[in-house]
């Protein structure tokens, strides 16, 4: 069995020093680091902010608040990750409303935390109970497939809303 927590442990680190070489070499000036447990993972997070060398990087970074709409525009950056999460739910919920009311982000958050990060007993109920405590379930899916017409990420909704009820209802 993989030790997560080890592995977990020696990227960060192994990060931060990276990071910390940069800094004594100029490259990064400030790092901010914080470690936190989001609620719903309930794994550790490290959060790594490079931030400016100088007084002059710093004010190029504050630049954008003057700066027009077209150098303000995100368009690149959201095609590239259009790209990149192509298939992936970020919970962004342009899925919704569904007609059933399928609460689409938070099957997906369940199931996907189970198939993905469900190491033990505890992470697996925890999302069990949070499945089942939904008033609608994946099972009520028509199949509409209104929800992935709004996907900005070409999720496979109602393949999701299958293998939820799979994972969620069928034998429990």
């Known amino acids: 069995m993989v030790d997560s927590e080890s592995l977990w ?19 990064v ?16 997070v490290a959060t790594v902010v490079p931030g400016p060398r100088n007084a002059g990087e710093l004010n190029q970074a504050l630049d954008y608040v003057q700066a027009g709409e077209d150098d303000k525009s995100y368009d690149p ?8 999460l192509h298939g992936q739910c970020v919970l962004c919920k342009h899925c919704l409303p569904c007609p059933r009311e399928i609460p689409i982000p938070e099957v997906i958050s369940c199931l996907d935390y189970v198939v993905n990060y469900g190491h033990g007993p505890r992470h697996d109920s925890t999302s069990r109970q949070r499945y089942a ?28 809303m299958k293998r939820a009820e799979e994972v969620f209802e069928e034998g429990a």
């Not at 950056?77 to 990149?84: I, P, S």
């Not at 405590?133 to 017409?149: F, H, I």
Request: net charge negative.
């Open 9 to 27: 442990r020696g990227w960060a680190q192994e990060s931060i020093d990276i990071l910390k070489g940069y800094q004594r070499e100029g490259r």
């Open 29 to 44: 000036g400030f790092i901010g680091l914080s470690n936190h447990y989001p609620d719903i993972a309930r794994q550790a």
């Open 77 to 84: 950056l959201d095609a590239e990750l259009a790209t990149r």
């Open 133 to 160: 405590s939904m008033q609608v379930k994946a099972s009520d899916c028509s199949e509409c497939g209104e929800c992935m017409e709004r996907c900005p990420f070409k999720v496979d909704i109602i393949g999701k």
